[in-house]
């Protein structure tokens, strides 16, 4: 079946313009999360959604960085005046629930880069 | 969630079992084992995950000690293709989890 898509798989961009980053998480997947990954880096959490709440947006790093979610399915980061620090691969993934053990299954990202 | 700890790299021929090891002598009784895998320039890909029954899917088997404190994920006839990060994660169910990476086992798959 279809996975995670994520688009636009890459993004070249000048440092002040706003991206928005869309993820298509796997039919049925209720949990969706964003996530982003620097150069040889780990993953760092961004914002978690149950349906289209968002009940964990700990890890957005500044309020230039919004996320929404529409019909429990499609959701869109948002980053706004764009920085040279924001630049790393944004990834999408879902999982069919907020409870229980179901694994997280990623996109390939989008690789962001602000000039 | 518990620490894991994994060897920092393999080698493995083609077309042989590639045994991945993993230790997470402080796994509590409701956490589960989660291997993921990252290829060059790709997401990272779910592979197996497992409570304390031994698993087995199209890609892998998960064979965890009785005792739990560490597990092995074997890819029975290694390619090219899986040459890629191996990550090892425990978590426990219930609730949203957010899924961080160690360091991993960088496995190399060599003709």
């Known amino acids: 079946g279809a996975g995670v898509s994520q688009s636009p798989s890459n993004k070249v961009t000048e440092k002040g313009k706003d991206v928005e980053l869309r993820c298509d998480p796997i039919s049925g997947h209720t949990a969706l999360y964003w996530y982003r990954q620097s150069l040889g880096q780990g993953l760092e959490f961004l914002i978690y959604f149950q349906g289209n709440s968002a009940p964990d947006k700990s890890g957005l790093p500044s309020d230039r960085f919004s996320a929404e979610r529409t019909g429990g399915s499609v959701s869109t980061l948002t980053i706004q005046r764009t920085q040279q620090e924001d630049s790393a691969v944004y990834l999408c993934?879902?999982?069919?629930?907020?409870?229980?053990?179901?694994?997280?299954?990623f996109g390939d990202g989008t690789r962001l880069s602000i000039l | 969630d518990a620490k894991t700890t994994q060897p920092t790299s393999m080698d493995c021929a083609e077309g042989r079992a590639a045994n991945l090891p993993c230790n997470h002598s402080t796994i509590s009784g409701n956490e589960y084992v989660y291997w993921y895998r990252q290829i060059h320039s790709q997401g990272p890909q779910y592979i197996i995950h497992?409570?304390?029954n031994n698993e087995t899917n199209e890609m892998a088997s998960l064979i965890i000690t009785e005792d739990r404190k560490s597990s092995t994920l074997i890819l029975p006839h290694a390619t090219l293709r899986d040459t890629a990060v191996y990550y090892c994660?425990?978590?426990?169910?219930?609730?949203?989890?957010?899924?961080?990476f160690g360091t991993g086992t960088k496995l190399q798959v060599i003709p």
């Open positions: 497992g409570l304390k």
């Open positions: 993934a879902s999982s069919e629930g907020g409870q229980g053990h179901q694994p997280q299954h």
């Open positions: 994660i425990v978590r426990a169910a219930g609730g949203y989890q957010k899924v961080t």
